[in-house]
């Protein structure tokens, strides 16, 4: 059986701390609530305060990480476009700057596998230079779990 595992990252205008990330900030212990108590949610990337805020992936300070495990694309459709999270999703051009490349990606993942951030990244690299394939896809272009040994789709 296979979970679906997703990274998104966020290039944000403001470092940590910044008063012009407070409104960002005030809604994110909301935002990871409605999360956890979504159908289909498994699993989500934190450290001690409760969120990913201080965990750096990359070198640059302003870009933020959200890593999270679904039982499926449609229940994480679901939390992203049919939740709380919408509204602040349609406010991310007042903290982050908009990107180029992807700044999202999926991939299917054992069920009980808690992905690395370095997996994760892999992932996005991969998004980037092939685009959507059955090892990292996005919403538009999903790709379904692998078929078990036994040849059953999960």
Known sequence: MYQLAQLN???FK???GDPGLQGFMDALDGINE???QSPGFVWRLEDESGNATGIRAFDDPHTLVNMSVWEDVDSLQQFVY???HMPVMRRRAEWANRMETPYQVMWWVPAGHEPTLQEAIDKLDSLTSHGPT???FNFRTP???PANPTGEDS
């Open 34 to 36: 409605i999360a956890d």
């Open 14 to 16: 403001y470092a940590p």
């Open 134 to 136: 059955e090892e990292a």
């Open 143 to 145: 790709f379904p779990p």
């Open 82 to 84: 049919k939740s709380g």
């Open 9 to 11: 990252i966020a290039k």
